[in-house]
Nanobody, 126 residues
Framework: QVKLVESGGGLVQAGGSLRLSCAAS?????????MSWFRQVPGKEREFVAG????????YYADSVKGRFTVSRDNAKTTGYLQMNSLKPEDTAVYFC??????????????????WGQGTQVTVSS
């Protein structure tokens, strides 16, 4: 099973940018796993933010982040990224990276996630 560790969260003013990283380990063919990012605020369900296919040719974004966030991956470094620009206070949440099943589409629901990272806090001040 893939082990995931996020980094890059923090406090930023509205309009600013952050880049989250998700480092995978375990030697388990990272390039064959699709990757997604989710976020969660207290009292709400974890929601899908962005996904990237294992072939890296397909990406998908939640409407709330489309045009502001970019998901990418570097299979040689077994690391995924979420570049977040034009951040808004409503983007404040704990962000989680996740992988789905090998050779399948990126998970868009928590029930379809195979492995989760531990999460990283993103706080956007107004």
């Amino acid at each position: 099973q893939v082990k995931l560790v996020e980094s890059g969260g923090g406090l930023v003013q509205a309009g600013g940018s952050l880049r989250l990283s998700c480092a995978a380990s375990g030697g388990t063919f990272f390039s064959t796993y699709p990757m997604s990012w989710f976020r969660q605020v207290p009292g709400k369900e974890r929601e899908f933010v962005a996904g990237i296919g294992w072939k890296t040719t397909s990406t998908y974004y939640a409407d709330s982040v489309k045009g502001r966030f970019t998901v990418s991956r570097d299979n040689a470094k077994t690391t995924g990224y979420l570049q977040m620009n034009s951040l808004k206070p409503e983007d404040t949440a704990v962000y989680f990276c996740a992988t789905g099943s090998r050779f399948r589409d990126y998970p868009t629901r928590p029930a379809n996630v195979g492995s989760w990272g531990q999460g990283t806090q993103v706080t956007v001040s107004s």
